[in-house]
């Protein structure tokens, strides 16, 4: 935009008025009429939108927020099949499940679900060590026992220590885990990653999120599935192994919040932005 186009002569308040509503998709016709209202010339305010609308920053922003806005839609869609699947307002339950129910049925859908099978034999001796997360140590690994029909043996579990009266704000899930309660009991806090939106957003928004509630106790295991936020209150005094190593047919999925990468084809060189010239050789 050059100083003498129709934006530049508006007020900075004008303008960014402009940029707002266009992103959001108003008609120029009527910014340009609402401009008029306010005292600018007929023309100039024709001018000084099309001029923003033409702005090469606007354009990119506009295509951000069309991808933005796209995936809003599929969330909100992801979310509505959620709802209309029978037993979406509950975990879950079952003493045991076959390999293939487990993965079928929860794994891979995305869903979690509460089983039983203590993982831990004599589980006193992990009360010796501090709060807090810790590797297992080596002259305990001996007391694991872990669920072979659902983990690798040979997966590294985290141990997670916590007293009584200690509370998790809601995180995200950045991969599948089988959390395994040792000892204690827990209070935990589910929502589906379809609310990524909502939980991300404003501390109010996230609060009205709907969460589904499930109590855990010694001797019971839950699958968090990847992307669903948990948050949790101890009950007790409580002992908890985490699994990531799963005996799937596919690799566990990680979910990283990372930039979006650019766009792998750039716009070709316009004429008015010569390409450089090669640097003076140095003989």
């Known amino acids: 935009m050059t100083e003498d186009s129709g934006g530049a002569q508006l007020a900075p308040e004008w303008r960014r008025w402009l940029v707002e509503n266009l992103v959001r998709g108003a008609e120029e016709s009527d910014l340009a009429a609402v401009l008029e209202g306010a005292g600018v010339d007929a023309a100039l305010a024709r001018a000084a939108v099309r001029a923003e609308a033409e702005d090469p920053c606007l354009l990119g922003t506009r295509k951000a927020v069309a991808l933005h806005r796209k995936l809003e839609g599929l969330l909100d869609l992801y979310g509505d099949l959620h709802r209309q699947a029978e037993g979406h307002a509950r975990v879950d339950r079952h003493e045991s499940l076959s390999r293939e129910d487990f993965f079928d049925r929860y794994y891979f859908r995305n869903r979690p679900v509460v089983l039983r099978g203590a993982v831990v034999e004599e589980p006193g001796r992990f009360s010796t060590m501090p709060p807090g997360v810790h590797d297992v140590p080596g002259p305990l690994r001996g007391l694991l026992r872990p669920p072979t029909d659902y983990v690798v043996v040979d997966g590294n579990p985290v141990l997670m220590l916590e007293a009584a009266g200690h509370e998790s704000p809601d995180l995200p899930a950045r991969e599948n885990m089988l959390l395994c309660q040792v000892r204690g009991r827990w209070l935990l806090r589910l ?93």
Request: net charge negative; proline share 17%.
């Open 191 to 283: 929502a589906p990653a379809f609310e990524l939106r909502r939980m991300a957003g404003e501390p109010a928004e996230a609060e009205a999120v709907p969460r589904l509630e499930v109590e855990l106790g010694p001797g019971e295991m839950v699958l968090l599935p990847v992307g669903w936020w948990y948050g949790y209150r101890v009950l007790e005094a409580s002992a908890s192994l985490g699994f990531t190593s799963f005996a799937a047919s596919a690799p566990n999925v990680t979910w990283e919040e990372a930039p979006a990468p650019p766009e792998p084809t750039p716009p070709t060189v316009s004429r008015r932005c010569p390409a450089p010239e090669p640097a003076p050789s140095s003989r």
